[in-house]
């Protein structure tokens, strides 16, 4: 058996969205059939208590909406450096105690820019720097959401269909190992929408922070 989480967004929520964790038996394997097997089978066991419908965030996902919205698929858009993969943006712009930003991963495939070895050689995360703009580490996820968000935002009429989900996952997610989490932020994207947040959030990274952190305050 496994556990994934399902992210739901919910005005009710001091953070915009609520995690549900939901087991399932898992399959083993590397391959994309078995990966798709087991986002069926979290769909499935989140279905049976009423969350539905669900859309995986993801490259595994068999809906091409879902695979768009893959950090790997995403791009944003850089005063500098042009149109860049989200993922390449997010690790790119991670700035440790010694070293970073290293800025050339921008350019890098989006999965040697998740590995390469400087991300875990220079030590404790500080913050990020992006377009000269500084962004902490509280909220969390702050930076991440931040980055999809604007990724989504020139097409946030044409997303409006993201609405009619209940929820969004992401297969490869594990609450254990990372902080991040694409499904997530797609969850708080609809959730800004129907709170008609998201114009005010997204005047500016200030004021996308000051918006969640006052938010997150009243956990």
């Not at 962004?135 to 930076?143: I, N, Q, S, Y």
């Amino acid at each position: 058996m496994a556990e994934r989480p399902v992210f739901v967004p919910s005005l009710d929520e001091p953070d915009l969205v609520r995690t549900l964790t939901f087991s399932f038996v898992w399959n083993p394997g590397f391959a994309v059939v078995q990966k798709q097997k087991n986002i069926a089978a979290l769909h499935q066991a989140a279905a049976r208590s009423g969350c539905s419908p669900l859309l995986e965030i993801s490259t595994k996902s068999d809906e091409g909406l879902g695979r768009q919205l893959s950090a790997f698929n995403l791009t944003v858009q850089s005063q500098k450096f042009g149109e860049l993969p989200l993922e390449c943006a997010f690790q790119g712009s991670k700035v440790f105690e010694r070293g970073g930003p290293y800025t050339d991963l921008y350019r890098a495939e989006p999965r040697n820019a998740k590995r390469d070895p400087r991300l875990q050689w220079s030590g404790r995360l500080v913050g990020f720097m992006f377009e000269d703009q500084r962004f902490p580490l509280e909220p969390k996820t702050v930076f991440y959401d931040w980055l999809f968000i604007s990724a989504l935002w020139p097409q946030r009429e044409a997303l409006g269909q993201l609405c009619q989900y209940g929820g969004f996952t992401d297969i490869e997610f594990n609450p254990e190992r990372s902080l991040n989490c694409q499904a997530r932020s797609c969850a708080l994207f609809v959730a800004l929408t129907k709170a008609e947040l998201l114009d005010a959030a997204m005047s500016s990274e200030a004021a996308f922070a000051r918006l969640l952190g006052q938010r997150r305050s009243r956990i």
